[in-house]
Each structure stands twice: as structure tokens, then as C-alpha cells.
């Protein structure tokens, strides 16, 4: 069985859920605390053993690239006043894994966008992590628990988590089979919430193997015009198996308004240096 070292994290998307703050900043580069939402997400990746990050991106987008990149002069004026711990934070980014990055010349969704990372991706197993959900988790990371599922059946693998009944029609739901624990036969997305098939929703992780390109060739544009990864994972499902990673952790879509501020709040309180007065101000307020 080949090992997942390669990940695609498309951040071409337009934000439209954030403006005007996505105007002129992608969402991805809003700091949860004081680092871009990314980097939580490529931090995710390393230590889940990823070795290759490809980022397919926008011309609107360039500040994820340079936030990957060395920056010299930065780095020389900190070095300069003393302040050697503020070097750190900023020098090693560029090697956490080697960086790749495609353009999306237009966002026709997540289907369009991951099909460009077909030379990338090669004849590999390979990650899709999506640039706007950030996981907060506790010794493993949550795509680490997509690869040991991955490891132990040999299948494409779905990250999924319980949401509230009510929720349902936010998300992409899972459809079971009922003889065989986790496996997945079909996903409806944003379904009517009395016609959901379950209440497990796909939040942003995968694991697809190469044949995924494929599919992606082959599908249609959905109504409003955009590709959708998920109809690829659909077409696939017929001819490989999906299973389901049930993962402990906590999900942020931090697209969205609550989901970025629920995001700050929670990092913050488990963060020593600030969690103390973030508890206090909470429980005064
Ligand atoms: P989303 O649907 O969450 O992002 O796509 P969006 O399109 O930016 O959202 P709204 O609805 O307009 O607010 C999931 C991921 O796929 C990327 C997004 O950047 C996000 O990380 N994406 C989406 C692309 O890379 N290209 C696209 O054409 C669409």
C-alpha cells in the first residue's frame, strides 16, 4: 500500500459567506489568535506526516504564498533588535513541507479546483484538506486519524462528525451501509432535515486515491455552475470503497462568521498565556 505523504489544500474559493471581510483578505489568512487560519491547517498536515502541500490558489490570494515563504528583511530586523523568539515563529515556516502552488484561473468550485493537482498528485494516495476548516485536537491530529484508517483498509476515507439533526441541511450527510459499520455508499449535500439519511456530516478532510482524477474529468457542473468535489467521490464510490473516520476533535468553518469567532474563543482558552483572562472576561461578562 502506497503512504499518503502528498495534500491539496484548495483556497481559490471567493468567500462570498465573509464579506466585506474576504474583499481584499481570503479567509484563510485571518488570524485565529494571531496566526492565520492556514497555518493551522498546514501544521495539521506536517504532523499528520504529509512531506508535499500543493495550494491551489487564486491571484487574489498571494499572501498565502508569501506567508510560506522566508522573509529576509523581517527576519534581519528582528535578529537585529534582539527579539529571537519572534525569529522563530516566522523562519521555519517555509520548511515545514516543500510548497507547491497551482492557480485556479476561476473559482468553479472544489471539483475544478482539486483537478488541477492531477501532475502533482501523480499515482498516489493523496489528502484534500479544505483551506476554511480549521480542526482543534488533542494528541492526534485529525488527519492522522483519516490515515490510519486509510493504512487499515486500504480505502478513500470521508472525516466525519455527528451535527446537530437541525443542522443537516448545512451539510454534506453521509449514507451507510447497514451491514458494514462506516462504510459509505452515497452523500447527500445540504439535505431537507426530515429526509437526512444520517446525521454524520463530511467536514473538510479526505483521503481519495488517484483515481479520483478520473471522475472529476467526467462530472457536470451543478446548477449554480460549480464542480463539485463531492459528485467525483460519488462516481467513484461506485467502483471503490469509502469509509467513514469518525474523528475526535473539534471543527471551525471559519468561513463563517460564528464559526471564525467560535474559533478564537476556544483557541484562546487553551493557549497558557492567554487562557486565564479569556476565562476571567468570559465568566464576568
Ligand atoms: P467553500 O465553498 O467553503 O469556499 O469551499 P467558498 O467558495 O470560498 O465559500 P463561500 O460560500 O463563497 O463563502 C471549500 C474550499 O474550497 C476552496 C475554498 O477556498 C475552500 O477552502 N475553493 C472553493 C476553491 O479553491 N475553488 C473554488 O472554486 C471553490
Redesign the pocket.
Known sequence: MKKVRKCVI?????????LPGTKSIP??MFPIIDKPAIQYIVEEAVNSGIEEILF?TSPYKNSVIDHFDRSYELENRLEKSGKEDKVELIKNLSSLATFTYIR?GE????G??IKLAKNFVGNEPFAVM???DVMMYDEKPVLKQLIDVYEEKDCNVIGVQEVPKKLVNKYGIMIYDKENEGKIIGLVEKPKIEEAPSNHAGLGRYIVKPEIFDELESISAASNG?YQFTDAMLNLMKKQDFYACKFDGKYFDI?SQFGYLKANVEFALKRDDLKDDMKEYLEKF
Open positions: 484548495p483556497v481559490a474559493g471567493m468567500g462570498t459567506r465573509f479567509k484563510e491551489i485556479q473559482p468553479l468550485g472544489s475544478h479546483a479544505y483551506g476554511d460549480e468561513g
